[in-house]
């Protein structure tokens, strides 16, 4: 009896992708610009201004210039200059860096969830291969052991040991 196969196996196009590797996780540096020369400028300045305002160091230099103008406004001795200087200096220019700085602090933290899921995908993906490999092996027993019984049912059906 042939072999038969009651099941084919169709791999998704992105399995593929990820057998022959292919596909590897998306890198920040991969989303960056890379058209004209103005757009690659300005992407490279903005990650290094932002690497550069988004540190504890910058937040307090940043504290320090906002405190140079506070005896200013305090003897100006009007609420009003008082608030603004709290609100539009102080906070606002300390407040930048440290919310760069919690930002970064999180997305460190996704890129290691995102890494990890990656390779939680990619050992998912390496089980079933072989639990796909295993399968193929138990269809290949299987057709045996079923050519097996067949040949014993017609030798059996020869002897007249059984009747169709």
């Not at 933290?109 to 995908?121: F, L, N, P, V, W």
């Amino acid at each position: 009896m042939a072999e038969s196969n009651t099941y084919e196996y169709v791999p998704h196009p992105h399995t593929v992708r990820k057998l022959a590797h292919q596909d590897e996780p998306v890198k920040v540096v991969d989303q960056l610009p890379t058209g004209s020369t103005a757009a690659r400028f300005n992407a490279w300045l903005a990650v290094k201004v932002t690497t550069g305002v988004g540190t504890m160091w910058c937040a307090y230099a940043f504290a320090v210039l906002a405190l140079v103008s506070l005896p200013s406004a305090i003897r100006s001795q009007s609420p009003v200059i008082l608030v603004s200087w709290i609100s539009q200096t102080f906070l606002q220019l300390v407040l930048l860096s440290v919310i760069i700085v919690g930002q970064n602090v999180l997305a460190a933290a996704q890129d290691k969830r995102s890494e990890a899921t990656y390779e939680d995908a990619d050992a998912v993906l390496h089980e079933a291969v072989e639990i796909q490999e295993h399968l193929k092996q138990q269809d290949i027993t299987l057709n045996l052991l079923i050519e097996r019984l067949a040949a014993l049912e017609a030798q059996m059906h020869q002897a007249g040991q059984i009747t169709p």
